[in-house]
């Protein structure tokens, strides 16, 4: 098997030789949009890697706002960690069910809380399946744990890093989105918001970079970013529709060495929905 092309990805055969030691946590974090009609909860409930714990990406979010699974501060994230059983110690392993899609999202959140040793399945949970190993069903109860949460807010981008981005060029911004809806072609899967992109936004669909569920070579990255415009070696922003697939982007980036990327929560659900922001269309 050849190696992943990113240092944050662990293979299954790895994984499996882990399963079950302490300190090693394993991490169910499926998500899918309305429009997928996939329930990710049910589904890890029927079957999930030996051991794994489901993360919510809608639930452990910040409640205070309607924009859709925005982080949660430092404290809420401790909380919600150590009912999970999980420690700021410990070797988290991250999957999801498409092999990769939200995955690196949660890897992100562990990563910006503080967590140091993150990693992400390599294939996710359709190779591990597709390679017969054990899955088991119902629910996992880890004895509570406490995670020392503190959170790296310059990898955050907010609005207003976005809108001096696109006005001062120094910084890029890259959508994740296909490029359909960044063009304004197609409809945007959540209602109410506008179609099209950000003035000066550069569009690198987050599947260009991703193959049969997994990432990409790097020489195949690499050329996504160029084709697209991206110079890797100026600072980025990742924009997304809802600020999942856009870490997609930022783990696609540090595999060819890029400086880290800033992910825009936000995303389009924040720009699209504002009628004072923006919009182009190509």
């Not at 996939?38 to 990406?57: C, L, N, T």
């Not at 310059?154 to 976005?162: E, F, K």
């Not at 996504?224 to 697939?245: E, L, M, R, W, Y």
């Amino acid at each position: 098997m050849t190696n992943p092309s990113s240092k944050w990805l662990k293979t299954t055969e790895w994984l499996e030789g882990q399963l079950g030691k302490p300190g090693v946590v394993v991490v169910d974090a499926s998500f899918y949009l309305p429009a997928q009609k996939r329930d990710a909860q049910a589904e890890y409930v029927a079957s999930h890697i030996p051991g794994a714990v489901f993360f919510d990406i809608e639930k452990i979010a910040d409640d205070s706002t309607d924009l859709p699974h925005m982080l949660p501060g430092p404290t809420q994230f401790a909380e919600a960690a150590g009912a999970l059983g999980i420690s700021d110690k410990d070797t988290i392993v991250v999957y999801d069910g498409l092999g990769l899609n939200s995955a690196p999202r949660v890897w992100w959140t562990f990563r910006i809380f503080g967590a140091k040793n993150v990693f992400i399945l390599d294939g996710g949970f359709p190779a591990w399946k597709s390679e017969g190993r054990k899955v088991e069903p119902g629910e996992v109860k880890r004895p509570a744990a406490k995670f020392d949460a503190v959170m790296d807010t310059g990898a955050v981008a907010m609005l207003s890093d976005v809108q001096m981005a696109i006005n001062d060029k120094s910084v890029q911004v890259v959508d994740a989105r296909s490029a359909g809806r960044f063009a304004g072609r197609d409809a945007e899967p959540r209602p109410g918001l506008r179609s099209g992109h950000m003035p000066n936004a550069l569009n690198v669909p987050y599947t260009d970079i991703v193959e049969n569920g997994r990432l990409a070579s790097t020489d195949k990255i690499a050329a996504a970013f160029q084709k697209a415009g991206v110079d890797i070696s100026k600072p980025i922003i990742t924009s997304c529709g809802s600020g999942v697939t856009a870490v997609v982007l930022a783990l696609g980036l540090d595999a060819i060495g890029a400086k880290p990327a800033r992910i825009y929560d936000g995303s389009w659900s924040e720009w699209g929905a504002r009628p004072d922001l923006p919009v182009v269309k190509d």
